[in-house]
Nanobody, 124 residues
Framework: QVQLVESGGGLVQAGGSLRLSCAAS????????MGWFRQAPGKEREFVAA????????FYEDSVTGRFTISRDTAKNTAFLQMNSLKPEDTAVYYC?????????????????WGQGTQVTVSS
């Protein structure tokens, strides 16, 4: 099993920045992909960004491209999501996910392990 713990969420004004972290523990050698998803109240969970754990390839959901950056520190088994130019519509619970394969997929079904989430609130 792999355990994921997110941190770094909080309240920020529109235009501000936050950096989310996702620390992985357990059988981390099975991780080939890390992703971030978010779920706003009353909405379905949606893809935000993903990174290949080994190669570092990344891709993003269109609305965050140019504002968010996903990265990872494999030595520390930690993934990050740097969020800049935040907007009120970015308000959501952000979840970290890990996959046993790199599928370049925005689908939640492509990921095998999930964290508990961290709240991000952007005020206008």
């Amino acid at each position: 099993q792999v355990q994921l713990v997110e941190s770094g969420g909080g309240l920020v004004q529109a235009g501000g920045s936050l950096r989310l972290s996702c620390a992985a523990s357990g059988r981390t050698f099975v991780i080939y992909a890390m992703g971030w998803f978010r779920q706003a109240p009353g909405k379905e969970r949606e893809f935000v960004a993903a990174i290949s754990w080994r190669g570092g390839s990344t891709f993003y959901e269109d609305s965050v491209t140019g504002r968010f950056t996903i990265s990872r520190d494999t030595a520390k088994n930690t993934a990050f999501l740097q969020m800049n130019s935040l907007k009120p519509e970015d308000t959501a619970v952000y979840y970290c996910a890990a996959g046993r394969a790199w599928r370049s997929s925005p689908l939640s079904g492509a990921y095998d392990y999930w964290g508990q989430g961290t709240q991000v609130t952007v005020s206008s």
